[in-house]
């Protein structure tokens, strides 16, 4: 992408775009669709005899995997900002989802709602992020159609 971008080539960087998400969105569906359906055996794999690490386990899979279908976009988007020259978008991306978004949300999170609160931080943080990355690609995709 940023080898077509530098060289004005649009029609390639579109093109390189769209597969990486193709490719990464097909895998996380994939993946997503697995998890859930086999959430019980892989928590098992760790703990059978406590019924409470089953069932918070098998929720925090279950939870996770729901939004792991946007990672995708999310690293296809952050990859394509750093590839572009855009560090500054790309580098905001990178870190706001496991540091900005997620920490706080951790600590709030957990002392209000216990291990829920932990549970649901992740998924939150990824929404979080994934509207970001959306506002972002809005811009770039908009700047790329008027060239």
Do not use: H
Request: hydrophobic letters at 50%; proline letters at 1%; charged letters at 15%.
């Amino acid at each position: 992408m940023g080898y077509n971008y530098g060289a004005g080539n649009w029609e390639r960087v579109e093109q390189a775009k769209r597969f990486a998400l193709k490719l990464t969105s097909g895998f996380c569906a994939f993946v997503t669709i697995e998890i859930i359906v086999f959430s019980r055996n892989i928590i098992e794999l760790f703990s059978k005899n406590d019924a409470f690490v089953m069932k918070v386990g098998q929720e925090a899979l279950i939870l996770n995997s729901i939004v792991f279908v946007t990672l995708g976009f999310q690293l296809v988007y952050g990859t394509f900002f750093l590839a572009l020259g855009k560090s500054k978008q790309g580098g905001i991306l990178s870190i706001c989802r496991q540091g900005v978004f997620f920490i706080p949300l951790v600590l709030i999170l957990s002392r209000i709602f216990g291990v829920q609160g932990v549970l649901f931080a992740q998924p939150i943080a990824d929404i979080a992020n994934v509207l970001l990355t959306g506002s972002f690609a809005y811009g770039i995709n908009y700047r790329m159609q008027v060239n």
